[in-house]
């Protein structure tokens, strides 16, 4: 699973850990990785790491030789890998344009490819996507990240249908206001405003527990009193 070293992703990695599945840990900060890993395997789970930068080809690949020799198989990938920002539209500059997309979207492709290339042999497998509420309604200054959501979006639904001669199924998650370092200010917030990323792992692992011939194809959790229903 990728983005494991914090926030949603590392909790994804504890509750799937937790449900007795071996997880392989992505992301840049090796250190972090290693320290989750030895927090799961002391709580009798099975990880591996695997230090990769999700926007590198090279890296993506290797990390999925890594979960075959490792693993000789492949029954989950969860995209988590992502990083915010709320620059004005007309002060973005193209780098951090394309610094986003390489980051929420480009990695997101690549590492369903390779997924792909291990599961339809197999006959099986599910990829769970982590977007965000933004895909369903945006805030301001986020037209970046709102955009690279509302593509994953499009991008899981393509999977699905790419998949599913092959058993393969695809989900997309929408979390709303979460508490993780990507949004720090969050922690201050009382518990009808903000998640614990723990939360947003139940749901996943929830998905990972279906049957092979049941998919939840898409899932917005958000705390009871984030202003995203109701009219004015």
């Given at each position: 699973m990728t983005g494991a070293s914090s926030g949603i992703g590392e909790a994804i990695a504890q509750a799937l850990a937790a449900e007795g599945m071996a997880?392989?840990?992505?992301?840049?900060?090796?250190?972090?990785?290693e320290q989750l890993a030895a927090k799961i395997e002391a709580a009798g789970g099975r990880a591996r790491v695997c230090q990769t930068d999700v926007t590198n080809e090279d890296d993506v690949i290797c990390l999925f030789h890594a979960a075959n020799n490792e693993f000789a198989r492949l029954d989950l990938l969860v995209n988590c890998a992502g990083i915010a920002d709320a620059t004005p539209t007309d002060e973005l500059s193209l780098a951090r344009w394309r610094e986003?997309?390489?980051?929420?979207?480009?990695?997101?492709?690549?590492?369903?490819?390779?997924?792909?290339?291990?599961?339809?042999?197999?006959?099986?497998?599910?990829?769970?996507?982590?977007?965000?509420i933004s895909a369903k309604m945006p805030r301001e200054n986020s037209i970046a990240y709102t955009s690279t959501k509302f593509a994953l979006e499009g991008m899981t639904r393509s999977l699905a249908l790419d998949g599913r001669p092959f058993g393969i199924t695809a989900s997309v998650i929408h979390p709303g206001a979460t508490v993780t370092e990507l949004v720090p200010h969050m922690a201050g917030r009382p518990a009808t405003d903000s998640m614990q990323a723990s939360e947003v792992a139940a749901v996943v692992a929830l998905i990972a527990a279906l049957p092979d011939e049941t998919n939840l194809l898409e899932a917005t959790i958000l705390p009871i009193g984030q202003p995203f229903l109701g009219r004015g």
């Open positions: 997880v392989l840990l992505a992301a840049r900060r090796k250190d972090r990785l986003m997309v390489d980051v929420n979207l480009t990695s997101a492709f690549l590492c369903a490819r390779e997924a792909l290339r291990m599961m339809k042999p197999q006959k099986r497998g599910r990829i769970i996507n982590v977007a965000s």
